[in-house]
Nanobody, 123 residues
């Protein structure tokens, strides 16, 4: 199984920057896709950015040009560089990954979530 631990959240003024990190640990064959989601109070969780195992990326329209997702496969880490932050970026940010894990002796893809890290952007 996979454990994900996020870090790097905090309070920042509008226009500022933060860098989120997420490290994966546990027992798995490989980590495939790694994502960042966010959930604001009273809102549904939404996908922010995706990065595949070969480095292809995709972003929500609301963060394109401001956020950059990257990963270090050797360290099992994914990052989210957030620039030009806006108050509407305030949310709990969650790391998610899809990994091949052993299930009854066979490897199967499963999704895992971190506990989340709070990002607050003041106006």
């Amino acid at each position: 199984q996979v454990q994900l631990l996020e870090s790097g959240g905090g309070l920042v003024q509008a226009g500022g920057s933060l860098r989120l990190s997420c490290v994966a640990s546990g027992s798995y064959l490989r980590i495939n896709r790694m994502d960042w989601y966010r959930q604001a109070p009273g809102e549904q969780r939404e996908l922010v950015a995706v990065i595949t195992s070969v480095g292809s990326t995709n972003y929500a329209d609301s963060v394109k040009g401001r956020f950059t997702i990257s990963r270090d496969n050797a360290k099992n880490m994914v990052y989210l560089q957030m620039n030009s932050l806006k108050p509407e970026d305030t949310a709990v940010y969650y790391c998610n990954c899809n990994a091949d894990v052993s299930v009854y002796g066979y490897y199967r893809p499963k999704d895992y979530w971190g506990q989340g890290t709070q990002v607050t952007v003041s106006s």
